[in-house]
């Protein structure tokens, strides 16, 4: 797929999967996540958690919005787990979801240099999966504008471990 448009839940899927391909690939440092609550994402297979164990290597940064991760606890435990092995390159923020009103984004994965994937309409599963080496860098930076936006505006959550007493 590389570079396209895609309409449904399965490849909405397949683009996420693709783009964690791309961002092992071509050893993007950063991964930028956004989601209302990642239910939706394959972060329970192990071969998307093969990728991401693939791609963690020292200044990595994987960093996460939503409005809460308690969905995302319950739905993908496997990547619970990963995320309590990988959390100092885990950056997990909430906002509030009212930030997401009115944008024609709902949903992202953005490797930045590597790969794009953004979600339009999370009813039909609309989006589009882009490149930079395909010759698109105008996603990326807007997707990255509109990323950094929220995350001003967003406060830690979802910590890899709780303590208690």
């Not at 949903?107 to 599963?125: I, K, N, Q, S, T």
Request: proline share 5%.
């Amino acid at each position: 797929m590389e570079h396209g448009v895609f309409t449904g839940r399965e490849a909405f899927v397949a683009a996420l999967r693709e783009g964690l391909v791309l961002a092992e690939k071509q050893g993007a440092r950063e991964l930028c996540w956004l989601d209302a609550d990642f239910v939706h994402w394959p972060l329970s297979e192990p071969a998307v958690l093969d990728l991401l164990t693939a791609w963690a290597r020292p200044h990595r940064r994987l960093r996460m919005l939503a409005p809460q991760f308690e969905a995302l606890q319950q739905r993908h435990p496997r990547f619970v787990t990963w995320r309590r092995n990988w959390g100092h390159l885990i950056a997990a923020r909430a906002f509030e979801p009212e930030l997401l009103s009115g944008s024609d984004l709902v949903g992202l994965m953005l490797a930045p240099g590597a790969a794009c994937v953004r979600l339009f309409d999370a009813e039909h599963w609309r989006g589009a999966i882009s490149a930079p080496m395909a010759g698109v860098r105008a996603d990326e930076l807007l997707s990255r504008q509109w990323f950094d936006a929220i995350e001003q505006r967003s406060s830690e959550s979802f910590a890899a471990s709780t303590l208690g007493l």
